[in-house]
């Protein structure tokens, strides 16, 4: 994993826009309607080359697929293993249930697309079958990069946590929640191994770690949370056991929707249980309102040396374009947090366009946000190196 010691990196944390007929295509295959998967591959190629333009216009560093060929995060599983069937209902997010003129409001939004609160549940043993998905998209992304010039200074694909998979498609299959993690962490060594061999860091979307407190978890306490965390981290830890810890940053956020969260558990209840993943960086979110004072925990006391903060000072869930400055001033107090600049890489708190027809921000709006978190950076770099 790069560490700059001249400058401010830039990356996101993974999902990018997709284009309005992929959209339409990926919500269609996640309705299981018939449809032209020809055209379906031609709209991946061409919106996953947008996505790299785009990243590379706006001046980013760590760049990637934009998850292109991806109906969502986590439930484009269902197509790679064994096992997925029926609808989940996922638990009601507290801070929705908290305010009902807010779901009133915001609720027709998010409906229409592929949903994450909807998936498909464990019906039988999980296991990764069909490589064929995965190897394309890799295949596809190292092409589509040689023909842009490979304009990245560094790579990386996102896989999904096995927590989230087990909090957001139920279970109805294995004995308890713990044998479904361990089941889910050795189908996805397959997918975390491929990533790394293609020469990608890998990116694991870890939400489950922090946002199924107030889900999943909505009705337990701290500590049994702290012993899901546990379990995750440590079937992450199998699964990883291939991989250099550096070559692996992990995404931690509380939802990625503009909605209360102020039932969110705080950072300083789950930062002791998420530095204990074996992992390089640690990626999370710090723009947004409800989380933007949390960077006082950073400190060289509480992060162990060796590991990388992704700072996100880019919030995914508004309109308002960040004015460099402010990017900068995040930067700032993130670096004098944690005493060392060079082990700080400008990111977003969470993905644009978590799933196809999900989404808070326009595509206008989040390349324009990717552009002054570029020159944030380079404000801030211009006076911290």
């Known amino acids: 994993m790069q560490q700059s010691k ?111 609160t909807a998936a498909p549940q464990a019906q039988s043993e999980v296991r990764y079958i069909d490589r064929n998905p995965l190897d394309a998209e890799l295949a596809q992304f190292d092409h589509l990069l040689q023909t842009a010039g490979q304009p990245f200074t560094e790579t990386f694909v996102t896989a999904p946590s096995p927590g989230i998979i087990a909090a957001a498609m139920q279970n109805r299959y294995y004995e308890d929640l713990d044998a479904y993690i361990d089941a889910l962490a050795a189908a996805l060594k397959t997918e975390y191994d491929a990533i790394h061999k293609a020469g990608h860091l890998l990116q694991l979307d870890c939400p489950d770690l922090a946002m199924e407190r107030h889900t999943y978890f909505a009705n337990a306490t701290d500590a049994e949370f702290i012993t899901f965390m546990e ?66 925990l950073l400190t060289p006391q509480a992060i162990p040396d060796e590991m990388l903060i992704v700072a996100g000072v880019i919030d995914t869930t508004t309109h308002y374009i960040e004015h460099p400055e402010v990017v900068a001033d995040r930067l700032e107090r993130v670096a004098e947090a944690l005493g060392d600049p060079s082990r700080i890489i400008a990111g977003t708190d969470c993905g644009f366009d978590t799933a196809a027809g999900f989404r808070d921000v326009a595509s206008e709006v989040v390349w324009a946000k990717l552009q002054a978190l570029s020159e944030g950076a380079a404000l801030a770099t211009s006076r911290l190196f």
């Not at 789950?270 to 979110?285: H, R, Y």
């Open 6 to 116: 001249t400058r401010f990196l830039t990356t996101h944390a993974g999902s990018l826009p997709r284009q309005d007929e992929l959209v339409a295509l990926q919500v269609a295959q996640f309705q299981d309607q018939v449809i032209d998967a020809e055209r379906l591959q031609e709209m991946i190629t061409m919106s996953t080359q947008n996505v790299i333009r785009q990243q590379a216009d706006a001046g980013i560093d760590i760049g990637n697929n934009g998850e292109q060929a991806r109906e969502s995060f986590f439930t484009y599983v269902q197509h790679r293993m064994s096992g997925f069937g029926g609808t989940s209902k996922r638990p009601a997010f507290q801070d929705m249930a908290r305010y009902p003129s807010w779901v009133k409001l915001k609720l027709p939004d998010y409906l229409g697309g592929v949903s994450l």
């Open 231 to 296: 379990k995750v981290i440590g079937a992450i830890a199998s699964a990883l056991q291939d991989i250099p810890k550096e070559r692996v940053r992990m995404h931690v956020c509380w939802g990625n929707y503009n909605g209360p969260h102020d039932v969110d558990v705080p950072l300083a209840t789950i930062l002791p249980t998420l530095i204990s993943a074996n992992v390089g960086a640690l990626m999370l979110s710090m723009a947004n309102p409800r989380h933007a004072h949390e960077y006082k």
